[in-house]
T-cell receptor
Framework: GENVEQHPSTLSVQEGDSAVIKCTYSDSASNYFPWYKQELGKRPQLIIDIRSNVGEKKDQRIAVTLNKTAKHFSLHITETQPEDSAVYFCAAGQMNRDDKIIFGKGTRLHILP | NAGVMQNPRHLVRRRGQEARLRCSPMKGHSHVYWYRQLPEEGLKFMVYLQKENIIDESGMPKERFSAEFPKEGPSILRIQQVVRGDSAAYFC??????????????FGEGSRLTVL
């Protein structure tokens, strides 16, 4: 089955700097890679996702990259702000197939003033 | 359109008792997933259900845990004879049918189980 590894487990960056979170997956059949943000005591919410037919996707200050050959994908947050402080989860699954989505263990991002 | 509703939000049980956690998916969603989140850990997949069917229960412990999603009513995650190690947040998520699946999971607020 699919296994998703995520690094680092904790990340502290100065406000305004960039943050990068990296994930690897094991199942080459996976073709859908979402990222979820979970604020303290709240539910996880989708912030961006990427499908295997593209290598990069951007949404304002957030970008994701995907390297299918190496089976890794990354989340990039630029110009970080205090409200970016949260736990971020990467995940992998297969679109349009009755399959579960497997999450990484999460990265706790601290934005330092 | 109400989001995914979970109840109870907090549940306290003594060792050996039963815990029942309920999840009502978003309107129009027929796929339900249960995940367990332990402190400082990620979202661990437990079970994936469609109406009246268990699709994948590979993440469920073989004993004491069961899940259902009946034709009518919410999905229920049932834990029998709870032990302290069952203390965790249990999140339910729902998604559209696979033929129109955008991929996004919509999570509930979670049910936090504490076993004394």
């Amino acid at each position: 089955g699919e296994n998703v590894e995520q690094h680092p487990s904790t990340l502290s960056v100065q406000e305004g700097d960039s943050a990068v979170i990296k994930c690897t997956y094991s199942d080459s059949a996976s073709n859908y890679f979402p990222w979820y943000k979970q604020e303290l005591g709240k539910r996880p919410q989708l912030i961006i996702d990427i499908r295997s037919n593209v290598g990069e996707k951007k949404d304002q200050r957030i970008a994701v990259t995907l390297n299918k050959t190496a089976k890794h994908f990354s989340l990039h947050i630029t110009e970080t702000q205090p409200e970016d402080s949260a736990v971020y989860f990467c995940a992998a699954g297969q679109m349009n197939r009755d399959d579960k989505i497997i999450f990484g263990k999460g990265t706790r991002l601290h934005i330092l003033p | 359109n109400a989001g995914v509703m979970q109840n109870p939000r907090h549940l306290v049980r003594r060792r050996g008792q039963e815990a029942r956690l309920r999840c009502s998916p978003m309107k129009g969603h027929s796929h339900v997933y249960w995940y367990r989140q332990l402190p400082e850990e990620g979202l661990k997949f437990m079970v994936y259900l469609q109406k009246e069917n268990i699709i994948d229960e590979s993440g469920m412990p073989k004993e004491r845990f069961s899940a259902e999603f009946p034709k009518e009513g919410p999905s229920i995650l049932r834990i029998q004879q709870v032990v302290r190690g069952d203390s965790a947040a249990y999140f339910c998520a729902s998604s559209l049918t696979s033929t129109k699946n955008t991929g996004e999971l919509f999570f509930g607020e979670g049910s936090r189980l504490t076993v004394l």
